[in-house]
């Protein structure tokens, strides 16, 4: 779930309008993030479900840091912190919100995958109610996101810009436009696995 | 690899365009649209 993640930045764009899109968008892939390196140093893994293909949602992830409650937690903390001290307090606590609301959308689609504590200390039930068991509903849910999130985005963007400019109402347009695009293509891209 | 390129170029294309919008200042405490 990547697109998802985009349409809710998209979205939380429209409420908390001082905050960079950029910043909403990479504290939303963040764990992501902070998963790549540690998964090309095979310390965080991703295998196939059982009896299925590799494809959208059939992975059971093993990142058992990023994606850890306490360690999704911790990792949103810091990011809050860098930012609070680049922006404002306000804007820190908002990204680091962000950060965590990846851990919560992706519960809702992760197989039972997602420890609470990082590396999966004491062995506690893992978490995930499993949504990617059903690809194209979570699919559906994506698209879903991106959709609401570029229409409540265009409608913010639109308000901040005055109607005597048309080069700025213009810019508005085309960021919206391409917050729905991105968000599409990269959920075809995901759904697909045309580039792997 | 190339999903996480693709990735990163929509937060770049995104994001710059976006930044050239009157938005309020990050640095301001200003609550709410």
Known sequence: MIAGHFGFAAAIKSFERQTPLWALMLACVWLDVVFVPLFLAHIETIRSAPGTDGGYGTTIIYADYTHSL???????????????IWWSRRTGFVLAAI??????LDLLVHRADMPILPGNVGNLPRLGFGLWRYPVAAAAVEAALVLVGAFLYWRAAQATVSSENPSLRRRANLSAFLVLVFGIAVLVLDFT???? | MAFVLAVFLSVVVIGVIDAGLPWPNPKSAKVGP
């Open chain 1, 70 to 84: 306490c360690g999704a937690l911790a990792i949103a903390i810091v990011f809050g912190a860098i930012a609070a």
């Open chain 1, 193 to 196: 696995r045309i580039l792997g």
């Open chain 1, 99 to 104: 950060v965590f609301s990846h851990w919560l």
